[in-house]
C-alpha cells in the first residue's frame, strides 16, 4: 500500500498560518507563470500580484523567488501567503488543559474552529495556539466542529503525530460526550425511550458526507458506518426553563457530524443545532444558545510511553437541567 507523503513547503507559517500552494499548468495560452497567476485571479488586481512577484513573496517548490518573467512550465507549484482579512474577533478562548514535548490537549470553547476555514483564519484554535506558544508545527490531530465545545488534541512535533494520529484511526481512543435536547413531550422517566426504543441503546446508519455539502447524507440501504451508543443522564428543567434532556454519547465511529445526526434521528435534535433536523437559514452566531454538544472525555493509552491517558473537559452545558 502506498503512502500519502505531503509535500513539504519551502516557506514557514507566518503568524501561524501556513502558506498557500498553487498548482501551475505546464503549458496554456500564458507566458509566464505571473500571467497565469493573474489570470487566474482576475478578480484582484494585477498590479498589486505582479508587485507579489517583483518583492519575491512568491516561490518555487525550491523556495527561490519566482519573478515576473519566469516562463510557464518552470514550477510545477508555486507558494505564497494570503493577504489575510479582517476577522470579528471569537469571544471565547481555548484553555490549555496538557502540555508537553508531544502533546498539546485544549478545552475549546463553542464557536471556535478547530482549523482555519471559511472566514475563520486566525480565529481558529490551531493558528490562536501556534502563536501562543510559537510552535509552527503544532498540528490538530482530531477535530471538533465550530459549535462542539471540548477536549481536542494536537500534535506538538512531526516525529511524533502519527502515533497519536494513529490511535484514532484505530479506534483506540475512548470518546465521550454529552449533549442537550428538548424533553420529548411523551417522556416517561419510569420507562424512558427514544423513538420507540428503550434507553440505553445503541443506534447505528450509514452516513456519507459530500464536499461542498453543508450536512451529511444517510443511507438506510446501506450498511452501517456509523455507531453510538445512548443513555440518559438526566432530565428536568435548564436555568432558561426548558424542560430537557440530559444524554451521554459514546460514539465508536467518528463521521462527519455523526451525534448531531444520531440524536435528530431519534427525535430529540440537538439544542442550538442549526442543520439538523432541519436545515435553517444562516444566521449570525447565537452566544446565549450555543450547540448543546460537549467532548466531555477523552482516554487511551499513550503510544510512546504505554501510560493511560485521560482528559476531561472543565466547560459545561448552559442548557443542562438544574432542576
Known sequence: MMTHVPMPSPLPAKDGIGPTRLRV???????????????????????VLYRRFDAGEIVGTDGRPVGRGTALGAHPFVWYHRDLPIEDPVPFHEEILHIDDDLVVIDKPHFLPTTPSGRYLRESALVRLRVRLDNPDLAPIHRLDRGTAGVVMFSARPATRGAYQSLFEKRRVAKVYEAVSARPPCWDRDAPALAGRAVPLIYRNHIESRRGELRVVVDDVREPNAETAV??????????????????????TGRMHQLRVHLAALGVGILGDRRYPDLLPE??????????????????????SGTPRRFVTRRTLSEAPTQ
Do not use: C, K, M, N
Open 231 to 252: 443513555e440518559v443522564r438526566g432530565t428536568g428543567v435548564s436555568a432558561s426553563g426548558r424542560a430537557v434532556l440530559h444524554t451521554v454519547l459514546r460514539p465508536h
Open 25 to 47: 499548468p505546464t503549458s496554456g495560452p500564458w507566458a509566464t507563470i505571473a500571467e497565469y497567476v493573474v489570470a487566474r485571479f482576475d478578480h484582484l488586481d494585477a498590479g
Open 283 to 304: 444566521a449570525p452566531d447565537d452566544h446565549s444558545l450555543p450547540l448543546q454538544l460537549l467532548a466531555r472525555e477523552l482516554e487511551f493509552t499513550d503510544p510512546l
